[in-house]
């Protein structure tokens, strides 16, 4: 059964960190690029970082460029997600999806694997 699991969301205040974590299960987690979306209330699902599957490339939104990071442990079959200089903005469900072999994409298709999502809440 193919799982992602993401955690680490939680109430943090303006100007604070976070880091989440997508955790795979059920397929060849290497071999799929690995993507952070958002979705706040109320508005569309956005990419914020993808991380290609074998050079790990990074490609970022550019309302979080310079303040999130994305990385992967294979060994781990984990993705991770560094949020600094959170805003109230960034207010929203994090949901981490897989790809299979694609380079970069902040779009949802080509996605087929979806966690459930882990809610950031940012007060100001």
């Known amino acids: 059964e193919v799982q992602l699991q993401a955690s680490g969301g939680g109430l943090v205040q303006a100007g604070g960190s976070l880091r989440l974590s997508c955790t795979a299960s059920?397929?060849?987690?290497?071999?799929?690029?690995i993507a952070w979306f958002r979705q706040a209330p109320g508005q569309e699902r956005d990419g914020v970082a993808c991380?290609?599957?074998?050079?790990?490339?990074?490609s970022y939104a550019d309302s979080v460029k310079g303040r999130f990071s994305i990385s992967r442990d294979n060994s781990k079959s984990t993705a991770y997600l560094y949020l600094d200089s959170l805003k109230p903005e960034d207010t929203a469900v994090y949901y981490c999806a897989a790809a299979w072999r694609v380079h970069l994409s902040l779009s949802r298709p080509p996605y087929s694997y979806w966690g459930q999502g882990t809610l950031v809440t940012v007060s100001s």
């Open positions: 991380i290609s599957s074998r050079d790990r490339s990074t």
């Open positions: 059920g397929f060849l987690f290497e071999d799929y690029a």
